[in-house]
């Protein structure tokens, strides 16, 4: 079982930045796929960014074209921790943002796909 603790949200103007944490239980964080993903309210839940690693190094990285340029993913195994630096913020970024893990395959924009989750921290982007 892995457990999944997103920490880092908060309100912040527009063009402002933040940084998500997600710290994950489980001695085998590394071989997992993690991933980011966003929910709105009244809105359904969507992929933000996705890492893989392989060989000590990030072996894969994904984004949304929604905030590809802005958002950059990271994870330090070490630590068992994944990042989402977020910079100039829009207040359409506004949502609840959860990290998600997979055991096996390779990161998807899918939900369904993932078999942790944490409980998600919230973003609000002021106008």
């Known amino acids: 079982q892995v457990q999944l603790v997103e920490s880092g949200g908060g309100l912040v103007p527009t063009g402002g930045s933040l940084r998500l944490s997600c710290a994950a239980s489980?001695?085998?964080?590394?071989?997992?796929?993690m991933g980011w993903f966003r929910q709105a309210p009244g809105k359904e839940r969507e992929f933000v960014a996705a890492?893989?690693?392989?060989?000590?190094?990030?072996?894969?990285?994904d984004y949304a074209d929604s905030v590809k340029g802005r958002f950059t993913v990271s994870r330090d195994n070490a630590k068992n921790t994944v990042y989402l630096q977020m910079i100039s913020l829009k207040p359409e970024d506004t949502a609840v943002y959860f990290c998600?893990?997979?055991?096996?395959?390779?990161?998807?924009?899918?939900?369904?796909?993932?078999?942790?989750w944490g409980q998600g921290t919230q973003v609000t982007v002021s106008s």
């Open positions: 998600a893990a997979r055991r096996q395959g390779r990161p998807t924009m899918t939900p369904d796909d993932y078999d942790y």
């Open positions: 489980g001695r085998t964080f590394s071989s997992y796929s």
């Open positions: 890492t893989s690693w392989f060989a000590g190094s990030t072996y894969y990285a």
